[in-house]
């Protein structure tokens, strides 16, 4: 089993570029998560999805825009990256009140 | 206040000692609790589900307060390997979804 799969797992970006972070799960969960952590701060919750088609702001979405067209993605994107975006991003799924599944993780660095 | 808090640490410990954690949350509507283990540069897998009635998993037992709005986790006999960071989830469900807030972690290094 996949369960929970991040790409990239690393990536350096310029000061204004774009990207887009893919998270994909094979468990048919309907909860998805964007989570960024830093030093000192823990997990941060960015944005979330309830279900295919619906999204909605977490605690830090400025900056991020998500999109969950299939049940099975949620894609998390950065239009103009800043150096303050840089961190270590975990997607996240579960199903119902049941324990999260995490992907690996992406390292992101904004220069 | 933050909605989940935890000691930030770091406990330091000798091999074989126990060590507990706790960890407080502010919304008394949460729903559902958890121990996460973290090791570095890793992402969070679950360690336990934290129950009412608490509950035990080999080496390692869950309490849950939810009069004084706090859950624990109990190590005994340490090893090395146990050294991550462990972090507290909580659970509610609010208009927009279910909710995962997590506390910044604890972190535990064990020593010979």
């Known amino acids: 089993n996949a369960g929970v799969t991040q790409t990239p797992k690393f990536r350096v970006l310029k000061t204004g570029q774009s990207m887009t972070l893919l998270c994909a799960q094979d468990m048919n969960h309907e909860y998805m998560y964007w989570y960024r952590q830093d030093p000192g701060m823990g997990l941060r919750l960015i944005h979330y999805?309830?279900?295919?088609?619906?999204?909605a702001k977490g605690e830090v979405p400025d900056g991020y825009n998500v999109s969950r067209l299939k049940k099975q993605n949620f894609l998390l994107g950065l239009e103009s990256a800043a150096p303050s975006q840089t961190s270590v991003y975990f997607c996240a799924s579960r199903q119902g009140a049941k324990e999260a599944f995490f992907g690996q993780g992406t390292r992101l660095t904004v220069v | 206040r933050k909605e989940v808090e935890q000691d930030p640490g770091p406990f330091n410990v000798p091999e074989g000692a126990t060590v507990a954690f706790n960890c407080t949350y502010s919304n008394s509507a949460s729903q559902s609790f958890f121990w996460y283990r973290q090791d570095c540069r890793k992402e969070p897998k679950l360690l336990m589900s934290?129950?009412?009635s608490g509950n035990e998993d080999g080496r390692f037992t869950a309490q849950l307060n939810r009069a004084s709005q706090y859950i624990s986790l109990l190590i005994r006999d340490s090893k090395l390997s146990d050294s991550a960071t462990y972090l507290c989830?909580?659970?509610?469900?609010?208009?927009?979804?279910?909710?995962?807030?997590f506390g910044t972690g604890t972190q535990l290094k064990v020593e010979l």
């Open positions: 999805s309830v279900g295919e088609g619906t999204t």
């Open positions: 989830v909580v659970t509610k469900l609010t208009g927009g979804g279910n909710k995962l807030t």
């Open positions: 934290v129950y009412s």
